[in-house]
Each structure stands twice: as structure tokens, then as C-alpha cells.
């Protein structure tokens, strides 16, 4: 029978998990509810296992919402000298782009070359061959007219000779999470979110199982599995430290800006490299806005508080684009909002700074630790492939596992259903269809007619919030708001002026009374101000936040205050 996201609500699930787990010894008990995990989770299903997956915040709360949201191949991988992984990654990219089209979507990049950079024409087209003949079609070409006037308007052309077009692709990275849990969902996989791995618990100097803490209500209980799984991202070591095991993992921050994209209008993803020290950095479309991105820094902060943009980054940041646009004048004024998200890679030195943190190996590594397999590193294009390794590396364990046909079968089953009629543009349909896989069909014809609204210049419609709220597992403000969709990213100030309209709709779906919704949209405002602002904003939009809880709430000030 089919186990879908939308069966249960998180109090449901947490109860029936509860309920049954004196009884219950699951295959495979997957920590860590990002890309890494929920792929993991998912291949496993699909080789017949029971699985269980659990995630101490929210799912995508991690990286995985908070990445550059490419599925690329690692052209700089091949550069220098990785091709394995560059092969990998480019077979997985076009897997990907064929199995979920609307949620991967193909992107155009463009390189411009300057007189005495490195690397020049030649050489830069002359890897892009074998970048093309991997995938296996013709993907760039040399261009030397128009870059300025009709390719790139306002690039730096001081010194151009021409530039290179090629082709990755670009993605929802929280969504693709999302759409990578149901499919496990459909398999019969378990999925709860806002539990926490607290301690390893060993029978015989085996890992058995592992105690477990909700943190919306604060219970605490044990789990029991055949194996367990450690995909925590930059919070690997902290179980494998209980077994004694020495820090591998260098969390490296990479940090964004988002811009209106009449701001700063891109037709392709703008590969350039920053003045200062010459790494690559970029600008790139996505979701009607414009990313420019990213830097790459040791990150030295409590890893259980979600990173934020430095001032110093900012400047980087901004300093890099205008070079590379110079009559653009991006400010800080044109600034919607800020990311910062925490690379887990496993470092190649017993001293994890000894080595810039942009010289760092991205590739993954397994580790098996008396029965908890632990795995970081790699990229989010090549999430199957690490699954794969992991259950090969969990085989020992499991006594039924069906490995042999998983490397080949499709990860996403085609959803062939169609909708009633509806009023919807074909290209909104099928992003609704790959975000959404066979439910998208539900969510389309449950919609009225005022619901198919985009809301604002992002690409969600107003129904979509209806369904989310009901069907995924949403617990706070910022599910809904950062990660189910992308409104906080996207509109200013975190989307506060859909506060109040997002009110009755929260508090009927989550049966939150007055006190619990203000209690959210602090938290929420909280949560932009600190990690999703400029720095210097903070201070402003405090100022802002009482008056904004009086609109949103509709409750006597004395309450507010």
C-alpha cells in the first residue's frame, strides 16, 4: 500500500512511530534529512528495505536549501584532472534533467575571456569538448560579437577578446529534497522531521539503534535498526566522536545575495573571476530574481545556529559583481535577501586548515564505525551515486539487500496522470508536476480560481500553500516560508506583507490559536533578520518587527508588547 507525504500529519507519524517501536526494528535508520539522506532513504526503499528516516530541524534545513542550486557536472573537477567524478556527475545531471524536467532545468553559462587570464579560449573551449563528449552532445560554443550588446548588456569588455557559452542546470535544491522524499514516501519509507540523533546505542560493541529526542515536545526515546546511517552533513563527527573517532569533516561556509532581476538582468548563468584573489565566482537567474555567489570560508560558529552573511563577505560579494558589471551599481540598497550555507567537506589533512578551504577535495567519504555508516562530502548532483556507495558499504548488515539493478533504474517514476481542465499555462503545470510528482494532480484541480495567483514575482501560486500546509509536514513559519517555498528569499523583508493573509490560512490547517501565530511569525522574523539579512539591517528591521506583529496578528497591543 502506498505510504504518501500526505497521509499523516508530524504528530500523527511521531505518535505512530512511538506507538509501534517497542516492536519494531527497522533495516536502516537514516540521520540527516537533507539531499544526502533523502537520497540514501530513497534507494534504499526502492531495494526493498524498511527505512526510517529522522531529521533534527526541519528537512532541507541544512545545505540542501541553502546551496547555489546547480546540478553540474564540476567542469573545474575536470580541470583538474578528476574526470571519474566529472563523469559521474554529468551522466547524473542529464538523469536528472530527463526525470524531472520543471524542477531541473537546463541553464545556459557564459564565460568571458580577458586579455592575459587564464584560461584563455583555447584551453577553456578545449576541456569544454571533453565536458560535451561526456554527456554526449555538443553543449558550448565560442562567441566574439554582440557579448556586451545582446549576450551579457553591461559586462566588462576592457580587454574581452570573446567568450564561452556550455550548458549545466539549475534547480529548487529544497524542493528537490522535498520531491525526493515522497517518491521514498511511495516505497513505504518513514520520514519525521524535528528529531534529533542524541546518543549511539551499542549491543556488544555494535551500533544497535540510537536515542532520539522530539524537539517540538521535548520526548525522548530509543530507536532500534539493523544499521545506522550518519548523513548529518557538518554535524558528522559529532556521533562519530561518540565512538571515538578522529574529526574528518571542515565546514565551509558559502554565502549569497539576491537581487530583483530588473536589477541586474541575466539571461545566462555569468561565470567571472573576482579581482581580489581570482576565484570564480557568479551571477545566474533563478526564480525571477538573480544570485550572485559564493564565497568559500572556514565556518568557526556553533553549527546548531543557522550561518549568516558577513559584512566582509557582502563587500566581496558586491565588489566582485560590479567589476564584472560595472554599470550596474549593485548596492547593498538592491539587496532582497542573504543565504549562507555550511559545506561539509572532508578535509585531506590531519589538520583540517592546513589547506585553503577553496583547494579542498569535494568528493564523498564512507565510514564504518561498528555498524553506524557515516557519509560527507559530494555534491548535491551526485546524491544517487553516494547512496549507492552507502548501501554497499551497509551491506554487511543486511542480509536481503537487492543492490544489482538500483545503478541503472530510474529514480523518479514518470507520472503520466493529467488534470482536469484548468486554466493554468502548460509550463506551470509541469513545474507543479515535478515538485509535486502524481499528488500534483490533487493540488491542481483542489484549487479555485483566485488560488492560481502567483504570489508576488515568485513562481508559487497561493494554492500551493493550502496543499503544503496540509500535506508536508510543517511545523514552524519558516517550513513553509524558506524551504517549502522560496516567498522568504524572495519578496522583501521575508514576504512580511503576506503575513496577514497567510494567518487564517496557518491557524485553520495547524490549529494554531492567536498566541501560537505571533509566537511563529517572531520566530520567522527573527530567523530573516539574523540569518537571511544584510548585517547592517538587523537593527533596522527590529525597529519595524512590533509594529509588523500588530498588522499580522490583529491583537491588542498591550499583548504585542
Known sequence: MSNILTSLSRAQQLSQLQQNNAKTTWDMIVIGGGITGAGILLTACQAGLKVLLIEQQDFAWGASSKSSKMVHGGLRYLGSGQYNMT?????????????????????????????FQFPGPFIFNSLLTIYDWIGGKRNHRYINHAIGDFHVPGIEQSKLQGATQFADAVTDDARLVMRVLQEAQELGGSIINYLSAEQVIKTADKVTGIKVSDQVLGQQFNLTAKVVINATG????????????????????????????WRLPLAYSVSYFHPQDKRPIFAFPWENSSVIGTTDLDHDCDLDQQPSISQAEVDYLLTGINKQFPQADITEADVISTYAGIRPVVSNSDNLKSTKPSDEKREHSIWDEQGMISVAGGKLTTFRLIALDVLKAAQPYLSDIKLKQLKNALLFKPVTDKPADTQLHPQKIQRLKSQYGKHYIHLINDMKDNELKQIGTTNTLFGELKWILQHEMIVHLDDLLLRRTRIGLLLENGGESLLPQLRSLCQTALAWDDAQWQQEVNRYQTIIQQYYSLPKQTDRLSTNHSNLLKESNGLPNELVN
Open 234 to 261: 557538518p554535524w558528522t563527527d559529532k556521533l562519530r566522536q561518540q565512538l571515538q573517532a578522529k574529526k574528518a569533516i571542515r565546514p565551509l561556509r558559502g554565502s549569497h545575495l539576491i537581487v530583483p532581476n
Open 87 to 115: 563523469k559521474d556527475a554529468v551522466t547524473e545531471r542529464e538523469k536528472l534533467l530527463n526525470e524531472l524536467p520543471g524542477l531541473v532545468s537546463p541553464l545556459q553559462f557564459l564565460m568571458g575571456h580577458y586579455k
